[in-house]
Protein backbone atom coordinates (compact mmCIF):
# COMPACT_ATOMS: atom_id res chain seq x y z
CA UNK A 1 0.00 0.00 0.00
CA UNK A 2 1.36 3.57 -0.47
CA UNK A 3 2.14 5.67 2.32
CA UNK A 4 0.71 8.71 2.23
CA UNK A 5 2.35 11.53 4.29
CA UNK A 6 1.19 15.12 5.49
CA UNK A 7 3.20 18.03 5.92
CA UNK A 8 3.68 19.37 9.53
CA UNK A 9 2.38 22.78 9.65
CA UNK A 10 4.73 25.73 11.03
CA UNK A 11 3.13 27.34 13.60
CA UNK A 12 7.13 28.74 14.83
CA UNK A 13 8.38 31.93 15.41
CA UNK A 14 8.81 32.55 12.12
CA UNK A 15 5.45 31.88 11.10
CA UNK A 16 4.00 34.22 13.47
CA UNK A 17 5.89 36.79 12.63
CA UNK A 18 5.24 36.81 8.59
CA UNK A 19 1.84 36.64 9.98
CA UNK A 20 2.35 40.15 12.26
CA UNK A 21 3.80 41.62 8.98
CA UNK A 22 1.25 41.26 6.83
CA UNK A 23 -1.52 41.90 9.03
CA UNK A 24 0.74 45.49 9.48
CA UNK A 25 1.25 45.58 5.71
CA UNK A 26 -2.90 45.41 5.03
CA UNK A 27 -3.52 47.74 7.88
CA UNK A 28 -1.35 50.37 6.30
CA UNK A 29 -2.64 50.06 2.78
CA UNK A 30 -6.08 50.54 4.52
CA UNK A 31 -4.93 54.05 5.91
CA UNK A 32 -3.81 55.30 3.32
CA UNK A 33 -6.08 54.22 0.46
CA UNK A 34 -9.42 54.93 1.72
CA UNK A 35 -12.57 54.39 0.11
CA UNK A 36 -13.17 57.95 -1.20
CA UNK A 37 -9.82 60.84 -1.15
CA UNK A 38 -11.67 63.91 -1.42
CA UNK A 39 -10.55 66.27 -4.59
CA UNK A 40 -8.82 69.31 -3.58
CA UNK A 41 -11.74 71.13 -5.82
CA UNK A 42 -14.59 69.19 -3.89
CA UNK A 43 -16.76 71.97 -1.61
CA UNK A 44 -19.31 72.01 0.84
CA UNK A 45 -21.59 75.07 1.39
CA UNK A 46 -23.00 75.51 4.79
CA UNK A 47 -21.36 74.38 8.20
CA UNK A 48 -23.69 72.80 9.62
CA UNK A 49 -26.88 75.74 9.67
CA UNK A 50 -29.23 76.86 7.27
CA UNK A 51 -28.54 80.06 7.21
CA UNK A 52 -24.45 79.30 6.65
CA UNK A 53 -26.30 78.04 3.24
CA UNK A 54 -26.79 81.30 1.28
CA UNK A 55 -26.29 82.27 -2.24
CA UNK A 56 -23.24 83.53 -1.97
CA UNK A 57 -21.70 80.55 -0.11
CA UNK A 58 -22.99 78.46 -3.11
CA UNK A 59 -21.34 81.27 -6.03
CA UNK A 60 -17.88 80.70 -4.13
CA UNK A 61 -18.72 77.10 -3.94
CA UNK A 62 -18.99 77.06 -7.80
CA UNK A 63 -16.07 79.12 -8.52
CA UNK A 64 -13.80 77.10 -6.08
CA UNK A 65 -15.38 73.44 -7.85
CA UNK A 66 -14.77 74.98 -11.52
CA UNK A 67 -11.35 75.71 -10.77
CA UNK A 68 -9.93 72.32 -11.66
CA UNK A 69 -10.72 69.89 -13.98
CA UNK A 70 -13.98 68.52 -11.79
CA UNK A 71 -14.88 69.77 -8.68
CA UNK A 72 -18.37 68.26 -6.70
CA UNK A 73 -20.45 70.58 -4.32
CA UNK A 74 -22.44 69.14 -1.19
CA UNK A 75 -24.24 70.87 1.30
CA UNK A 76 -24.42 70.91 5.23
CA UNK A 77 -27.25 72.87 6.09
CA UNK A 78 -28.34 70.83 9.08
CA UNK A 79 -31.53 69.56 7.31
CA UNK A 80 -33.64 70.63 4.35
CA UNK A 81 -32.90 73.75 3.20
CA UNK A 82 -33.81 75.84 0.36
CA UNK A 83 -31.35 78.29 -1.31
CA UNK A 84 -32.91 81.37 -3.46
CA UNK A 85 -30.46 82.21 -6.14
CA UNK A 86 -31.27 85.82 -7.75
CA UNK A 87 -29.31 85.32 -10.94
CA UNK A 88 -28.58 82.63 -13.44
CA UNK A 89 -25.05 80.35 -12.66
CA UNK A 90 -22.98 80.34 -15.37
CA UNK A 91 -21.06 76.77 -15.87
CA UNK A 92 -17.53 76.80 -17.76
CA UNK A 93 -16.22 73.76 -16.16
CA UNK A 94 -17.19 69.93 -15.16
CA UNK A 95 -19.13 70.07 -11.98
CA UNK A 96 -21.29 68.06 -9.69
CA UNK A 97 -24.36 68.98 -7.68
CA UNK A 98 -25.29 67.16 -5.13
CA UNK A 99 -27.88 68.10 -2.60
CA UNK A 100 -28.03 64.77 -0.34
CA UNK A 101 -31.84 64.88 -1.10
CA UNK A 102 -32.27 67.99 1.59
CA UNK A 103 -31.45 70.97 -0.86
CA UNK A 104 -33.91 72.78 -3.15
CA UNK A 105 -32.03 75.22 -5.12
CA UNK A 106 -34.74 78.03 -6.28
CA UNK A 107 -34.90 81.08 -8.99
CA UNK A 108 -37.71 82.85 -6.52
CA UNK A 109 -39.46 83.51 -9.85
CA UNK A 110 -37.35 85.66 -11.37
CA UNK A 111 -34.19 84.10 -13.02
CA UNK A 112 -33.05 81.06 -14.87
CA UNK A 113 -31.12 78.97 -12.23
CA UNK A 114 -27.92 77.30 -14.64
CA UNK A 115 -26.83 78.47 -18.11
CA UNK A 116 -24.50 75.44 -19.45
CA UNK A 117 -22.48 76.59 -22.50
CA UNK A 118 -19.86 74.00 -23.69
CA UNK A 119 -19.91 72.99 -19.99
CA UNK A 120 -20.49 69.79 -17.96
CA UNK A 121 -23.24 69.95 -15.31
CA UNK A 122 -24.47 66.72 -13.20
CA UNK A 123 -27.37 67.25 -10.76
CA UNK A 124 -28.21 64.56 -8.20
CA UNK A 125 -30.80 64.11 -5.28
CA UNK A 126 -31.46 67.94 -5.66
CA UNK A 127 -34.45 69.80 -6.55
CA UNK A 128 -34.91 72.82 -9.12
CA UNK A 129 -37.90 75.05 -8.56
CA UNK A 130 -39.23 78.63 -9.36
CA UNK A 131 -36.91 79.20 -12.33
CA UNK A 132 -37.64 81.68 -14.86
CA UNK A 133 -36.94 83.48 -18.35
CA UNK A 134 -38.44 86.02 -20.05
CA UNK A 135 -35.55 86.93 -22.17
CA UNK A 136 -34.86 82.85 -23.53
CA UNK A 137 -35.76 79.41 -23.92
CA UNK A 138 -35.38 77.74 -20.55
CA UNK A 139 -36.64 78.42 -17.22
CA UNK A 140 -34.43 76.34 -14.72
CA UNK A 141 -31.55 74.96 -17.27
CA UNK A 142 -30.25 76.27 -20.57
CA UNK A 143 -28.16 73.50 -22.17
CA UNK A 144 -25.38 73.81 -24.53
CA UNK A 145 -23.06 71.35 -23.06
CA UNK A 146 -23.52 67.91 -21.31
CA UNK A 147 -26.15 67.88 -18.54
CA UNK A 148 -26.90 65.28 -16.52
CA UNK A 149 -30.15 64.75 -13.99
CA UNK A 150 -29.99 61.69 -11.44
CA UNK A 151 -32.64 61.33 -8.47
CA UNK A 152 -33.13 65.20 -9.84
CA UNK A 153 -36.94 67.19 -9.45
CA UNK A 154 -37.95 70.01 -11.41
CA UNK A 155 -40.79 71.85 -11.18
CA UNK A 156 -42.65 75.35 -11.17
CA UNK A 157 -40.76 76.35 -13.69
CA UNK A 158 -41.58 78.50 -17.26
CA UNK A 159 -41.01 81.16 -19.75
CA UNK A 160 -42.81 83.63 -20.81
CA UNK A 161 -44.71 81.98 -23.88
CA UNK A 162 -42.98 82.96 -26.84
CA UNK A 163 -39.86 80.65 -25.71
CA UNK A 164 -39.72 76.98 -25.28
CA UNK A 165 -38.73 74.71 -22.43
CA UNK A 166 -40.05 75.64 -18.76
CA UNK A 167 -37.82 73.22 -17.44
CA UNK A 168 -35.03 72.78 -19.57
CA UNK A 169 -33.99 73.51 -23.13
CA UNK A 170 -31.66 71.19 -24.53
CA UNK A 171 -28.60 71.90 -27.54
CA UNK A 172 -26.37 68.94 -26.00
CA UNK A 173 -25.69 65.55 -24.89
CA UNK A 174 -28.16 65.46 -21.89
CA UNK A 175 -28.92 62.27 -20.01
CA UNK A 176 -32.03 61.81 -17.32
CA UNK A 177 -32.95 59.19 -14.78
CA UNK A 178 -35.20 58.51 -11.58
CA UNK A 179 -36.37 62.22 -11.87
CA UNK A 180 -39.68 64.10 -11.53
CA UNK A 181 -40.67 67.20 -13.54
CA UNK A 182 -43.90 69.08 -12.23
CA UNK A 183 -45.87 71.71 -13.03
CA UNK A 184 -43.38 73.33 -14.97
CA UNK A 185 -44.67 75.39 -18.50
CA UNK A 186 -43.70 77.24 -21.86
CA UNK A 187 -44.56 78.26 -25.10
CA UNK A 188 -43.14 74.95 -26.90
CA UNK A 189 -42.07 72.00 -24.27
CA UNK A 190 -43.31 72.28 -20.99
CA UNK A 191 -40.50 70.30 -18.88
CA UNK A 192 -38.12 69.98 -22.26
CA UNK A 193 -37.91 71.17 -25.63
CA UNK A 194 -34.87 69.38 -27.66
CA UNK A 195 -33.48 71.86 -30.00
CA UNK A 196 -31.94 70.71 -33.19
CA UNK A 197 -30.65 67.16 -33.99
CA UNK A 198 -27.83 67.22 -31.32
CA UNK A 199 -30.02 68.06 -28.70
CA UNK A 200 -31.15 64.56 -27.92
CA UNK A 201 -32.10 63.20 -24.95
CA UNK A 202 -31.60 59.41 -22.95
CA UNK A 203 -34.14 58.86 -20.31
CA UNK A 204 -35.26 56.26 -17.99
CA UNK A 205 -37.30 55.79 -14.88
CA UNK A 206 -38.60 59.50 -15.24
CA UNK A 207 -42.25 60.95 -14.70
Same mark, same amino acid.
Given at each position: MK???? @???????RSHLAAL =??? @? $? =????? /???PARVARADD?????GTPGSCTEADFDAALAEAQAGDSGT?????? !?? @???? $?????? $?? !???TIDGGDQITLSGGNTT? =?????????? /????? /????FSNTGDGGAI????? =?????TSIRNSNVSSNFSGG???????LTISDSHFENNAGGNGGSLYLRFEDGGAEISGST
Open positions: QIRY @AASHTGP =LCA @A $L =LLGIL /LVCRVVGDITFDCG !GE @ATII $LTSQKM $LS !GEVR =LFLVFGAVLH /LKNIT /LSNGNNSGV =LTLQNAIVNYGP
